[in-house]
Nanobody
Framework: QVQLEESGGGLVQPGGSLRLSCAASGRILSINVMGWYRQAPGKERELVATITSANRSNYADSVKGRFMISRENAENTVYLQMNSLKPEDTAIYYC??????????????WGQGTQVTVSS
């Protein structure tokens, strides 16, 4: 089984920066995708960024140029560097892991979430 634990959330002023971390443990396969999703009050959970085990990354249009996702495969840890933060970035941020298994099978796992609040 897989467990994900996020850290690094908090309160920051507009224009500031935060760095989120997610440590994965358990049954983690060599071919996988890790990522960050967020859910703001009154909105559905949305993709923020993903990164594959081959270090290919993808970003939502709303965060391109401001956020950067990275990972350390040997430790199964993913990071999200968030710069130029805006109030609309306020949300609970969730770490995600998708294990790629033989025969086209995949399993997905979620962390418990960490709160990010951008306010003056």
């Amino acid at each position: 089984q897989v467990q994900l634990e996020e850290s690094g959330g908090g309160l920051v002023q507009p224009g500031g920066s935060l760095r989120l971390s997610c440590a994965a443990s358990g049954r983690i396969l060599s071919i996988n995708v890790m990522g960050w999703y967020r859910q703001a009050p009154g909105k559905e959970r949305e993709l923020v960024a993903t990164i594959t085990s081959a270090n290919r990354s993808n970003y939502a249009d709303s965060v391109k140029g401001r956020f950067m996702i990275s990972r350390e495969n040997a430790e199964n840890t993913v990071y999200l560097q968030m710069n130029s933060l805006k109030p609309e970035d306020t949300a609970i941020y969730y770490c995600n892991l998708n294990n790629q298994i033989y025969a086209g099978i995949s399993h997905t796992y979620w962390g418990q979430g960490t709160q990010v609040t951008v306010s003056s």
